[in-house]
């Protein structure tokens, strides 16, 4: 068997393969351009043997944020016939070319831990990179929850970086898809069909595209009439250990306005998220905000309020216990999706396979919860399954089978991010 010194070597070799310069593609061919919680993730793994690509890959993407404050969630550095849809179908007339949407905003978390790796000798690029990710935070705050909610909203599954989850099922429904011209996927030449988004769902995120692209990604435009309007509760949670780890980062770098502003942001959200549970289904699930109707369905992203902890101490037990229902039901956790329920899929992407940087999300919130038992389950699991299957985007938790992209950049970060300080002397 191969030893784990030699899968350190492999991952170090995927970064810097996947490496252009000063971004990292998540996976050559399915995904060849910056996008943006990869990135964030990818940053995680240059820090164990380059930091200071680690903080270059997170000023890169910063760099690109737009003038309200959005960050958007690809950034097409280059061009590349093999990737759809591309510029002209986000029409953004942004330079250089982005998306209109954004993803899960773990950049803050990330930079929060770069700099407490080594924080006598990083003051300077952590406190200019303060700025931007409390602009990008206020702009969640301020377009896309207007009406002051607590929680912010998503305007395409692809922003809640769980594409395909079952819980977009109800909202997208109600997408009408009648003016999408035809396209060819590109997606499902690099990937086996059975374990990417169905047609179906792909008509609608480009109908989600057109609908932005038509009005200009207007924020306000898209806050009345967007048509799909959604509070994910797992980007809420993460927007949520964001704006702590900003309020501790800026605090620490005597940087007491951008504290307070990420505090207050920290304490309305933490009111919000409660506003998620269901007691029909005993969990915190997403709600569709255009129609007041919570979805019901607990998926990984109902775990994810551990990430950034749970005030209520019968509701965290509650989603801990979730978890373990689950986890007795597969041999490597932790899945996407219920594993009880008629809809799991064990190789279709966000509907059943294990994704290493929900377990590194999770494993950390249990971790700080002190569930170390269950935090090193999940850590053992996320080894067990590169080890025996490599470096997959995401895997098969009854199998083990790697699915999607393979040599993919956050699973060779998140493995390089939990290898010991012994085996990491050797790697710098
Ligand atoms: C895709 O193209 O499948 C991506 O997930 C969008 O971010």
Redesign the pocket.
Known sequence: MIGSEDIDHRAVDILRRNDRGHYTVPTAGL?PFQ?NWDSAFVALGFAVFDRDRAWREIETLLGDQWTDGMVP??IFRGSDEG?F?GPDQWGTESEPPT?GIT?PPVAATIVRQLHDRDPGQNHDRASALLPSLDRWHQWFRAARDPQGRGVVAVIHP?ETGR?NAPEWDAPLAHVDTTGVESYQRR?TQHVNADQ??RDAEYDRYLALVRFGREHNWDSEVIAERHPFWVADIGLNAILLRAEDDLAALAGDLGEAAIAAAAADRARHLRAGIETLWSDTVGGYVSRDLRRQRSTDIVSVGSLLPLYCGVTRPERAARVVATMRDWLKLVRYGVPSFDPSDGGFDSVRYWRGPVWAVINWMLADGLGRGGDVDLADRIRGDTRALVESSGFYESFDPITGAGCGGRDFSWTAAIWLAWAPPSRVAALA
Do not use: A
Request: no cysteine; charged share 25%; net charge negative.
């Open positions: 995904y996008w969630h690809i990737y849809p998306s993803q692809w594409d997606d990417r988004p």
